[in-house]
């Protein structure tokens, strides 16, 4: 198995991990500090799905940053099989999470004839394109694990 780049113990594997961390943190950050998040739904499980993704991230950025630092890559077939199927349901929950809450941010803005909710919905644009962003770089992670996985 060779060293892919975004490899668990490579310097751009540590770099996705803290990346879909920050910000899926930066996600839920800006949908906190709303005042009325609570109401919907797809907020909520936007709240909870960037929450997993964090836990997710972290995990695995110590694992990236252990592997780094003993300089040698992760190779463990079964372990990775693991990561594999973890960040392909993170990924496929932040997608979702994502995709819901802009629904709702649209609707707000767009369908009700702007936002009455002041600088509330800024908050909510605002979680959205972190946890967008936070999907694309959890995409990429999940798409090297994969490649990886394959070629091992």
Known sequence: MRDFAGTPGTLIGLFLRMAQCFFAA???ASMVTSKNFFNVTAFCYLIASMALQVIWSIGLAFLDAYFLAKKKAFHN???LSLFVVG???TAILTLAAAASSA???VLYFHDLGGCSFGEECTKYQLSVAFSFLSWIT???SSLIMFWIWAAG
């Open 138 to 140: 959890i995409s990429i």
């Open 26 to 28: 930066g996600s839920i």
């Open 77 to 79: 077939h079964v372990l």
């Open 87 to 89: 960040d392909w349901c």
């Open 103 to 105: 629904g709702i941010t």
